[in-house]
């Protein structure tokens, strides 16, 4: 149950793109609400859809979801296949959640650099007069990573005769969980992550020429499932 903030007048919506300035400016964001006991709201857009993205955007995704939980954040929104200009993507949520001021920052390589511009951050006070900016300067030193792996593509887990847990690309009728799977770049072999949805968690697992290097963690999810259908019944 969440608890209910003092101030009602006053709530916060944090816009955060791939990097990890994002990190920080959701950290920025909890401060603020804290000081000012409020609401406090976190965005991502994307164009592509969620389960088209690739590796690095779902581990910062994971992390922004796992920050948001700890702070108990209000709401983490992530509009995904998103096609209209983040600044009506932006003015929409600020509408919807009573926004009143807005953390945005400013990264030579993310998708909120035009917000920093001059003639965007003018579409955006035209589109929002309501609310204060806030924009955050990014380190230098964060700039410039670049991706490991290759864009992600649907596949499934099964277990074999052996009890290990293996990569399948085609649908198997013994799946037991169907996920994406992230290769490493520059490898022949089936090196990667493989991610799923389990209980609307999303896990991870490595691995190493189609097996699971982390049976433990398939275990555990399996377990829980067999737990829930004996409860049911």
């Not at 003092?6 to 401060?31: A, F, H, Q, T």
């Not at 609310?131 to 277990?159: I, N, P, Q």
């Amino acid at each position: 149950m969440k608890k209910i903030k003092g101030r009602m007048d006053e709530s916060i919506l944090v816009c955060v793109y791939y990097g990890p300035n994002g990190e920080r400016l959701i950290k920025r964001g909890c401060k603020i609400a804290s000081m000012l006991d409020c609401p406090l709201y976190i965005l991502t857009i994307d164009a592509l859809p969620y389960d088209e993205l690739d590796a690095e955007k779902s581990d910062y995704i994971d992390r922004w979801k796992q920050l948001a939980q700890e702070h108990n954040v209000e709401e983490f929104m992530i509009r995904d296949n998103e096609k209209r200009p983040a600044v009506k993507v932006i003015a929409e949520v600020a509408r919807e959640k009573h926004i009143t001021q807005i953390i945005i920052g400013q990264t030579a390589k993310s998708r909120w650099e035009e917000i920093t511009k001059g003639s965007f951050m003018n579409v955006l006070l035209r589109e929002v007069p309501f609310v204060d900016f806030h924009v955050v300067s990014v380190d230098r030193a964060l700039k410039g990573e670049e991706g490991h792996y290759e864009k992600g593509c649907r596949a499934y887990l099964t277990k074999d005769n052996e009890g290990a847990y293996r990569l399948s690309f085609s649908h198997p009728k013994d799946a037991l969980f169907e996920g994406i799977f992230f290769k490493e770049q520059g490898t022949d072999f089936n090196n990667g992550v493989f991610k799923f949805m389990n209980n609307n968690q999303m896990m991870q697992v490595h691995v190493t020429d189609d097996s699971v290097t982390e049976p433990e963690v398939v275990d555990s999810c399996t377990q829980k499932f067999k737990e829930e259908l004996l409860n049911k019944n």
